[in-house]
């Protein structure tokens, strides 16, 4: 079986590894914008816009690092190429959701544990998987399914290291630790009331950390203008994920693959 997407494995780890620093381009959706500056019903604060900028940091790291489960959304560009994310993952290493890097193609993903779960569509298949006959045959045999099988198998193994909340937690508060932050005033973002903390990402390039300031001071969104820098948003966090699989008939053991491609992985 063809390696490329071990490459393109790593370019959407490397992403996620980057923390703080963003990993796409402002969205075109309102939401990850500037968001809206007045919310129609101010809510009691938490009080916590009251401290310093550091203070604030700090109590965002330490929410964030002890969240037991996130959402993750992103959208922009990664080394030039278009990436868009979205992904639920939890400390147990599980995760679902889906990713995308423009003409290279797209897949969904859910891990469970140890097993595995992806759907790709027939770009990933042509240009990652298997480029030339071999992937658009495959495309077109598997279309519409879910690939299975744990992490046993090298290409599964790869494509769901992205699942890892523990690894980007750690890198997230490393350069929230490095970072010298100034403090703005209260806005609103995505509809929850934040206090802005501005400083510079592991690349030294500015950034904006927003931090709510009613009920746990999560950081909910992170802004960067670095040269592939943009915005994630950070949201559910402490919810479970869906645990929920795809059918029988919904699915085709990865080993399928393998034959078809003439190899294993």
Same mark, same amino acid.
């Given at each position: 079986?063809?390696?490329?997407?071990?490459?393109?494995?790593? %370019?959407?780890? *490397?992403? $996620?590894?980057? @923390?703080?620093?963003?990993? #796409?381009?402002? =969205? !075109?959706?309102?939401?990850?914008?500037?968001?809206?500056?007045?919310?129609?019903?101010?809510?009691?604060?938490?009080?916590?816009?009251?401290?310093?900028?550091?203070?604030?940091?700090?109590?965002?790291?330490?929410?964030?690092?002890?969240?037991?489960?996130?959402?993750?959304?992103?959208?922009?560009?990664?080394?030039?190429?278009?990436?868009?994310?979205?992904?639920?993952?939890?400390?147990?290493?599980?995760?679902?959701?889906?990713?995308?890097?423009?003409?290279?193609?797209?897949?969904?993903?859910?891990?469970?544990?140890?097993?595995?779960?992806?759907?790709?569509?027939?770009?990933?298949?042509?240009?990652?998987?298997?480029?030339?006959?071999?992937? %658009?045959?495959? *495309?077109? $045999?598997?279309? @519409?399914?879910?690939?299975? #099988?744990?992490? =046993? !198998?090298?290409?599964?193994?790869?494509?769901?290291?992205?699942?890892?909340?523990?690894?980007?937690?750690?890198?997230?508060?490393?350069?929230?630790?490095?970072?010298?932050?100034?403090?703005?005033?209260?806005?609103?973002?995505?509809?929850?009331?934040?206090?802005?903390?501005?400083?510079?990402?592991?690349?030294?390039?500015?950034?904006?950390?927003?931090?709510?300031?009613?009920?746990?001071?999560?950081?909910?969104?992170?802004?960067?203008?670095?040269?592939?820098?943009?915005?994630?948003?950070?949201?559910?966090?402490?919810?479970?994920?869906?645990?929920?699989?795809?059918?029988?008939?919904?699915?085709?053991?990865?080993?399928?693959?393998?034959?078809?491609?003439?190899?294993?992985?």
């Amino acid at each position: 079986m063809n390696k490329k997407y071990g490459v393109w494995a790593v %370019a959407a780890c *490397a992403a $996620l590894a980057m @923390g703080v620093s963003g990993c #796409g381009k402002d =969205s !075109d959706d309102k939401a990850d914008k500037g968001g809206d500056k007045t919310a129609e019903k101010p809510v009691a604060t938490s009080g916590v816009e009251k401290l310093s900028a550091q203070e604030i940091a700090e109590k965002a790291k330490t929410e964030l690092v002890n969240a037991k489960s996130m959402r993750l959304k992103a959208d922009g560009t990664d080394g030039g190429k278009p990436m868009t994310m979205d992904l639920a993952f939890d400390s147990t290493g599980s995760c679902r959701g889906s990713m995308s890097m423009g003409d290279a193609g797209s897949f969904e993903l859910i891990k469970l544990a140890d097993k595995v779960w992806m759907k790709p569509d027939d770009a990933f298949y042509k240009s990652q998987i298997a480029p030339g006959e071999g992937g %658009a045959e495959a *495309a077109k $045999l598997f279309k @519409g399914k879910w690939l299975h #099988g744990s992490t =046993s !198998d090298p290409m599964l193994k790869s494509m769901s290291e992205v699942c890892d909340l523990k690894g980007m937690q750690a890198k997230m508060a490393e350069d929230t630790k490095k970072s010298t932050f100034t403090k703005g005033a209260p806005e609103t973002q995505n509809g929850q009331q934040v206090i802005p903390l501005k400083g510079k990402d592991s690349d030294g390039q500015p950034e904006t950390m927003y931090v709510a300031i009613t009920g746990k001071p999560y950081p909910v969104k992170v802004v960067s203008s670095g040269k592939d820098g943009g915005t994630m948003v950070l949201s559910d966090y402490d919810k479970p994920i869906a645990k929920d699989t795809p059918t029988a008939g919904e699915t085709i053991d990865v080993s399928k693959l393998q034959e078809e491609l003439g190899g294993g992985a």
